[in-house]
């Protein structure tokens, strides 16, 4: 088992900034080259990936966020972090964040093998 | 981005039945194809991997198979802890899809 624990930060009002953090547990984050992961899952709706990073800071996002979404790492912590911005009552979701099964897998054949159990962030006024 | 549909979106069965939920990429993606289960409150759960792999710690009564566009995940003998929602997922390129869900009710 591998230990994941999202902040929870509960209620963001619109427009802000929606920060999550993820603590990693029994393991360090910079111990193999992981692409430690952000999704989410919206009220009525499937699971969406938002993005993954790696312990160098190699990061990569989905399209359709890319130009709100800020996904950074904190090896001395054994964190790494979510940043949305101008969020919308539609970022409403439970946000996970995960680990793959094996290391090096961002491109191709991502496994989400290791998960928190998930935060649920509200945006309303 | 490669669209994954699930079928049905929603079950209902017994214990003990078989349950078989598909999936359909948009496009052919080899065996890259991986299967979820969630429960309010609770970590998602890998199952299956590579459209066939068992997942370490899995019941057998899960199975899975197909590859190019069409998958299936099969549940043998339906248990009372499988009541959930499942998900397939594409890893065959960025950026990694879901399908819809499928609900197991009873």
């Known amino acids: 088992q591998l230990p994941l624990q999202e902040s929870s930060p509960g209620l963001v009002k619109p427009s802000e900034t929606l920060s999550l953090t993820c603590t990693v547990s029994?393991?360090?984050?910079?111990?193999?080259?992981?692409?430690w992961g952000w999704i989410r899952q919206s009220p009525g709706k499937g699971l969406e990936w938002i993005g993954s990073i790696d312990y160098r800071g190699s990061a990569y996002y989905t399209p359709s966020l890319r130009s709100r979404v800020n996904i950074s790492v904190d090896t001395s912590k054994n964190q790494f972090s979510l940043n949305l911005k101008s969020v919308t009552a539609a970022d409403t979701a439970v946000y996970y964040c995960?680990?793959?099964?094996?290391?090096?897998?961002?491109?191709?054949?991502?496994?989400?093998?290791?998960w928190g159990q998930g935060t649920l962030v509200s945006v309303s006024s | 981005d490669i669209q994954m549909t699930q079928s049905p979106s929603s079950l209902s069965a017994s214990e003990r039945d078989r349950v078989t939920i598909t999936c359909r990429a948009s496009q052919t993606i080899s065996t890259y194809v991986n299967w979820y289960q969630v429960k309010k409150g609770r970590a998602p759960k890998l199952l299956i991997y590579g459209a066939s792999s068992l997942h370490g710690g899995v019941p057998s009564r899960f199975s899975g198979s197909g590859s190019g566009t069409d998958f299936t995940l099969t549940i043998s003998s339906l248990q009372p802890e499988d009541f959930a929602t499942y998900y397939c997922q594409q890893s065959f390129s960025l950026p990694p899809t879901f399908g819809q869900g499928t609900t197991v009710e009873i």
């Open positions: 029994g393991g360090s984050i910079f111990s193999s080259n992981y692409y």
């Open positions: 995960a680990r793959p099964l094996t290391p090096n897998t961002v491109l191709r054949g991502v496994i989400w093998a290791f």
